[in-house]
């Protein structure tokens, strides 16, 4: 009875642990390099100019790529207080209109938060592009910011169900910009905070009741 209930926790520990363990993985990409940067925390973006890797990469067309030569204090301090290292925003890959800027990350099948970052070195307050994850507009008429200027945008619970996470940035002449070349400087995914608590307290949950079973 005692190696049967073990083993039953163990089959059960299994299917419930491993989401929680994938859960953990992100995937990141800073834009305008080819080679893998890591960061002051530790964390390493891979380069953008990759393509077909096994985390994922540039699709169609590799994007053309821009220097951000300078940031206000302004920028730099936002960058800091969002944790994110000033290096990220000083590059951008980019398409030229009527191209995209289309990107793909191995995820796997979930649920995700994805954090889009771009520096703006040339179209101060005049590039215009729709922000396409999953193939849904999560942002539409886009307008980066000012020279020298940066931005930070969360995209929340975008489920994927194909395996793959598939971005496009797309000029739109809607946004009444003058500069339709779509861009961006640094992109980040990571699970969605909701689908890991939920999945630790079904372990919690699981573990609990077969305790009981065991009194």
Request: glycine residues 12%.
């Given at each position: 009875m005692k190696l049967f209930t073990f083993l039953t926790l163990m089959i059960v520990f299994t299917a419930v642990a491993v989401p929680v363990v994938l859960a953990q993985d992100a995937f990141r990409v800073k834009g305008g390099a080819a080679d893998d940067f890591t960061d002051s925390q530790g964390r390493v973006w891979h380069g953008a100019q990759q393509e077909d890797q096994a985390w994922g990469g540039w699709l169609e067309k590799e994007p053309r790529t821009a220097e951000v030569a300078t940031l206000t204090a302004d920028a730099q301090a936002q960058a800091a207080e969002a944790g994110y290292d000033v290096e990220l925003f000083y590059a951008v890959s980019w398409a030229q209109f009527p191209d995209t800027v289309k990107y793909q990350f191995k995820t796997g099948d979930g649920?995700?938060?994805?954090?889009?970052?771009?520096?703006?070195?040339?179209?101060?307050?005049?590039?215009?592009?729709?922000?396409?994850?999953?193939?849904?507009?999560v942002e539409a008429l886009y307008v980066t910011p000012g020279k020298d200027e940066i931005d930070i945008r969360t995209y929340e619970s975008i489920e994927v169900t194909d395996g793959t996470l598939d971005f496009d940035f797309a000029g739109n002449a809607e946004t009444g910009a003058g500069d339709l070349n779509a861009m961006f400087s640094a992109l980040e995914v990571l699970p969605a905070v909701s689908t890991a608590v939920d999945a630790k307290a079904k372990l919690a949950t699981t573990w609990g009741a077969l305790k009981g079973n065991r009194q």
């Open positions: 649920t995700f938060d994805v954090i889009y970052l771009v520096g703006e070195h040339w179209s101060p307050n005049n590039r215009g592009f729709d922000i396409i994850i999953e193939g849904e507009v």
